[in-house]
């Protein structure tokens, strides 16, 4: 029997050695994270980072974080990132329906992005979204100069000015929102340390749109500074809660206002299309935390949402 126990170690001996030469596939080699990345790359949405955006998947569960945040540390040197240089591109694929509906509200995509300028409330989005898709379907990189809009077309591009300091920057726009109340875009991390949004979290500013199809130099120069006179206001919020052609409706309205405690109320003339209108105002409000208290309370009146102004 020596001669069988023989051949039996010599067999152990040359199995031990195949296994301790065999190559190890780059799954084996990654462990559990790229297991779980290589065989969920047939799931709907992208794979990057080590996580799968799953686009089909409600918002609620969608992302990996439960909640935004910044970067961990200093920003990076956002001054050596180029701004984008306007394009005439074809519309997206994705995030242009119109109409389209969140949370009960109804938005309008606008046909274009000439003529639009408006003023209002930005805020910016971070961590949570990094590497997720946005509504266009692209990667969203929150070191790159993007933004969300609600109705501007997808893909545009916009050049966003903080109004308190005078600082702008060109921005993409790739992405629909913000749909909180009282917000008129949502810029990227690197766009809002670019114009002083961060750290602050929030920024009045003016958002003018750019339309490559015609010449860029009036539309991308940046605004000249504003002049230095530390005695004289910025910009304040203004709370618009009615449009009227009827004086005495929007006394009416104004007076509700009054009696509930909300001051300083006005009523403010203008002309729309040669049509003479009375608009009923809140504020100067001091901040934008309270602009949100003030516009929830009004809507609490059973009053219409009111929108955001910045004059």
């Known amino acids: ?55 089909s998947r409600p918002q609620s569960s969608r992302y990996r974080d439960g909640s935004d945040s910044v970067p961990d540390g200093p920003p990076p040197d956002i001054s050596k990132l180029p701004e984008p240089v306007p394009k005439v591109e074809p519309r997206a694929l994705y995030g242009n329906k119109s109409p389209y509906t969140v949370l009960g509200q109804s938005y309008q ?30 990667d969203y990189d929150m070191y790159q100069f993007t933004a969300a809009h609600k109705t501007l077309p997808l893909p545009s591009y916009a050049r966003v000015t903080n109004l308190e300091n ?48 015609q010449p860029l130099t009036a539309q991308t120069l ?6 230095p006179k530390p005695a004289s ?10 449009a009227f052609s009827d004086v005495t409706n929007a006394e009416r309205v104004a007076q509700q206002l009054r009696v509930a405690n909300f001051a300083p109320v006005q ?27 003030v516009t929830s309370r009004i809507e609490g009146m059973g009053l219409p949402r009111p929108q955001v102004a910045v004059d």
């Open 1 to 55: 029997m020596r001669w069988w126990h023989a051949l039996l170690l010599l067999l152990i001996v040359l199995l031990a050695a195949c296994s301790g030469n065999k190559t190890r596939s780059p799954a084996s080699a990654g462990g559990s994270r790229a297991r779980v990345a290589s065989s969920s790359s047939s799931a709907s949405g992208s794979s990057r980072g080590g996580f799968q955006d799953d686009t």
């Open 109 to 138: 995509v606008l046909p274009g992005p000439g003529g639009y300028v408006e003023r209002g409330i930005a805020s910016f989005y971070g961590n949570k979204f990094h590497g997720y898709k946005t509504s266009s379907l692209e």
């Open 166 to 213: 005078g600082k702008s920057v060109i921005v993409r726009i790739n992405d629909r929102g913000p749909f909180h109340e009282n917000r008129l875009i949502d810029l990227s991390f690197a766009a809002a340390v670019k114009i002083g949004v961060w750290p602050k979290g929030t920024g009045l500013v003016e958002v003018r749109a750019i339309d490559p199809a």
């Open 222 to 227: 940046p605004p000249p500074p504003p002049p």
């Open 233 to 242: 206001p910025g910009p304040g919020i203004y709370l618009q809660v009615g």
């Open 267 to 293: 009523v403010v003339d203008a002309q729309i299309n040669g049509r003479s209108i009375r608009r009923v105002r809140v504020g100067p409000i001091a901040s934008v935390d309270q602009a949100d208290d």
